[in-house]
Nanobody, 127 residues
Framework: QVQLVESGGGLVQAGGSLRLSCAASGRTFSTGVMGWFRQAPGSEREFVAAIIWTSGSTYYADSVKGRFTISRDHAKNTVYLQMNSLKPEHTAVYYC????????????????????WGQGTQVTVSS
């Protein structure tokens, strides 16, 4: 089994920044894909960003391009999401997800692609 634990969420003012971390433990994988999703109250969980473990290729939702950056650290089995210029509409629970398999850019944007999920971390952006 793989355990994913997010950290780094919190309360920040609009225009501020946060860096989320997702640490993987257990039967971790050095291939596959890691992603970040978010879910606001009353909304479905939506794709934010993903990164391929081996190549480092990144994928972003259009709404966060140029504002959020996903990265990974192989040695620490950790994936990061740097979020800059935050807005109140970015308020949500952010979830880390992972899977040993790599799909195309469309598949890895789907929640159903991922077999492992973290418990989520709350991000609140005040106006």
């Amino acid at each position: 089994q793989v355990q994913l634990v997010e950290s780094g969420g919190g309360l920040v003012q609009a225009g501020g920044s946060l860096r989320l971390s997702c640490a993987a433990s257990g039967r971790t994988f050095s291939t596959g894909v890691m992603g970040w999703f978010r879910q606001a109250p009353g909304s479905e969980r939506e794709f934010v960003a993903a990164i391929i473990w081996t190549s480092g290729s990144t994928y972003y939702a259009d709404s966060v391009k140029g504002r959020f950056t996903i990265s990974r650290d192989h040695a620490k089995n950790t994936v990061y999401l740097q979020m800059n210029s935050l807005k109140p509409e970015h308020t949500a629970v952010y979830y880390c997800a992972g899977d040993r398999n790599v799909g195309d850019g469309g598949l890895i944007r789907r929640t159903g692609w991922y077999g492992y999920w973290g418990q989520g971390t709350q991000v609140t952006v005040s106006s």
